[in-house]
C-alpha cells in the first residue's frame, strides 16, 4: 500500500517560481514510475511530467523547458520545479505513482490529494 501527499502549490504572479513536493509513503519506491498531472476547472486532467525509477524524464509541450521533475530515492520523494509560469498554468496537481510488474502485468496506481496552483497577478 502507498501513499502520496503533495506540497508547495499556491498562488504565484505570471513569471513566478513554484516547487512542488510529493512524499510518497510505503514500500518499493524505486520501482515506481512518478508522475505529476493536473486539473483545471472544467479540463481534462492532463500529464505534465513522469520520471522512471531510473530517472529517465518525460515532459508535456507545454511545460518544456519550464518545467523539471526530479526525484529522491533516498528520501522516497519526487519534485515539480515549475518557472515562468502562465495563468494557463493554474490547476490542482496531482502526484501518480505507478508500478507494472512485467512478469505476471500486475499494475499499480495511486494518486495524491492535490495542491492547488494559481498563477495570478
Known amino acids: 500500500q502507498v501513499q502520496l501527499v503533495e506540497s508547495g502549490g499556491g498562488l504565484v504572479q505570471p513569471g513566478g517560481s513554484l516547487r512542488l513536493s510529493c512524499a510518497y509513503s510505503?514500500?518499493?519506491?524505486?520501482?515506481?514510475?512518478m508522475g505529476w498531472y493536473r486539473q483545471a476547472p472544467g479540463k481534462q486532467r492532463e500529464l505534465v511530467a513522469t520520471i522512471t525509477g531510473g530517472g529517465s524524464t518525460n515532459y508535456a509541450d507545454s511545460v518544456k523547458g519550464r518545467f523539471t521533475i526530479s526525484r529522491d530515492n533516498a528520501k522516497n520523494t519526487v519534485y515539480l520545479q515549475m518557472n515562468s509560469l502562465k495563468p494557463e498554468d493554474t490547476a490542482v496537481y496531482h502526484c501518480n505513482a505507478h508500478r507494472v510488474v512485467i512478469v505476471r502485468t500486475q499494475q499499480y496506481d495511486y494518486w495524491g490529494q492535490g495542491t492547488q496552483v494559481t498563477v495570478s497577478s
Open positions: 510505503g514500500r518499493f519506491f524505486s520501482d515506481y514510475a
